[in-house]
C-alpha cells in the first residue's frame, strides 16, 4: 500500500491506493533515498495530458532523477504502473540541458520508445512547473531517442505545443485490406484519400474516413493486424474522420496492445501532416481534433502544419495539462 495526495478545487488529503491498480493515472516521479532503509523514494505528480478536465485526457508517469536508473528497472516501473507510457528524466550538467536539452526516455509497459506525444507534452508541461530552470523563455526541449523536441507554451503555462519533426511519408496502403483488419467497410474510407504510412518519429498507419460517424465501428484485428503492420513498416493504426463542424473539425481513434489510447500525439502530428499533404486542410490552419470518447476519456488535440518548398514542415501538436494528485512512492 501507499499514499496519493489529491489536490484538487475544495479538496485536499491522502488517500491510499495500490500500485498494481493505477491503470488511469500517470505518475510524475522525483528520485530521493530513505536512508534508514536502502529505499528509493520516488515521490510523484498525476497528471491528464490533453485536456483541462482532471481524469480526461491521457494519463501519464513521468521519473525524474533517474541517472543511476538502469533500463530495466525504468522498464519495470513502467509495468507497475500499467499506464500506455511513462517517461523517466535524467537531469545534466546546466550548460549541456541548454545546449541539447532535458534527457528523456519513454516507456509503455511493454518496450522503450523513441517519441510519443502525450508523454512529451506531459513531461514538459510538469517541467515547467516543478522545475522552472530548464525553460528558456517560454521554451523547453526534451532530448529524446528521436532528437531533441522543443515544448512552447502560452504566457500563462496553460497550453503548451511540440514542434514534431518534418514528416517522412512513406507507401500506400490497400483499402481493402486496411478496412478489413479495422472493421470498416472500403465505403467508410475517404474519396481519393488511400490509407498511407506517415511518421514524425513513430510511423503510423494513417487511415482518413468519410466521417467520424464509422469510427463507432472501428476495430483492429488483434490476431492479424499486428504482423500485418510489422510487415508494412508501421506500429499502428490512426483512423479519423470529419466531425462536419469545427469544435472538434475531426475525430480520431488509436487502439493498440489490446486497448485503446484516449490521446495520441504522435499519430496527430503525422495525420495533420498527411491532411496538409492531401490538399484537405490548408498549411497553416490550426484543427481541433478530439479523442479518447468511446473510452469516457476526451482529449483535445490542436494540430497544424505549414508546406515549405513543396514540403510539408513545421508540425505542431498542442493542448493542456492538469494535475490530478501527488504521492510517494518507495523502491529498492
Not at 537531469?91 to 545546449?99: K, N
Not at 484537405?280 to 494540430?303: I, K, W, Y
Request: aromatic share 8%.
Amino acid at each position: 500500500m501507499g499514499s496519493v495526495e489529491v489536490t484538487e478545487s475544495g479538496f485536499s488529503g491522502s488517500l491510499p491506493f495500490r500500485t498494481g491498480h493505477a491503470q488511469a493515472i500517470g505518475l510524475i516521479m522525483i528520485l530521493g533515498s530513505d536512508n534508514r532503509s536502502g529505499l528509493v523514494e520516488l515521490e510523484y505528480f498525476i497528471v491528464d495530458v490533453f485536456t483541462k478536465t482532471q481524469f480526461e485526457g491521457n494519463p501519464l508517469a513521468v521519473v525524474m532523477n533517474t541517472a543511476c536508473l538502469t533500463t530495466e528497472r525504468m522498464q519495470a516501473i513502467a509495468r507497475e504502473f500499467n499506464l500506455s507510457e511513462t517517461t523517466f528524466v535524467e537531469r545534466r550538467a546546466a550548460e549541456v540541458e541548454r545546449r541539447e536539452g532535458v534527457r528523456v526516455r519513454i516507456f509503455t509497459t511493454q518496450e522503450e520508445l523513441n517519441f510519443a506525444g502525450h508523454p512529451t507534452l506531459g513531461t514538459a508541461s510538469v517541467l515547467r512547473l516543478n522545475a522552472p530552470g530548464t525553460m528558456r523563455e517560454n521554451t523547453l526541449t526534451l532530448a529524446q531517442n528521436v532528437g531533441a523536441v522543443p515544448v512552447g507554451f502560452s504566457d500563462d503555462g496553460e497550453f503548451g505545443e511540440m514542434k514534431q519533426r518534418d514528416p517522412e511519408f512513406g507507401a500506400e496502403l490497400d483499402a481493402k485490406e486496411v478496412a478489413w483488419l479495422t472493421g470498416l467497410e472500403v465505403e467508410d474510407l475517404g474519396s481519393g484519400l488511400p490509407p498511407q504510412l506517415v511518421s514524425t518519429g513513430t510511423t503510423f498507419a494513417i487511415v482518413a474516413l468519410k466521417s467520424d460517424k464509422a469510427l463507432a465501428r472501428f476495430r483492429v484485428n488483434a490476431q492479424e493486424a499486428p504482423e500485418w503492420l510489422r510487415v508494412h513498416g508501421a506500429r499502428w493504426f490512426y483512423v479519423l474522420g470529419p466531425t462536419g463542424g469545427d469544435e472538434p473539425a475531426w475525430r480520431a481513434r488509436m487502439q493498440f496492445n489490446g486497448g485503446e489510447d484516449p490521446a495520441t500525439g504522435s499519430a496527430a502530428g503525422c495525420a495533420i501532416s498527411y491532411l496538409v499533404q492531401r490538399g484537405v486542410v490548408a498549411p497553416g490552419t490550426r484543427v481541433h481534433l478530439r479523442q479518447g470518447v468511446e473510452m469516457g476519456r476526451p482529449s483535445d488535440l490542436f494540430l497544424s502544419a505549414q508546406v515549405q518548398s513543396a514540403k510539408v514542415s513545421d508540425v505542431r501538436v498542442g493542448g493542456s495539462t492538469v494535475l490530478v494528485a501527488k504521492g510517494m512512492l518507495r523502491t529498492p
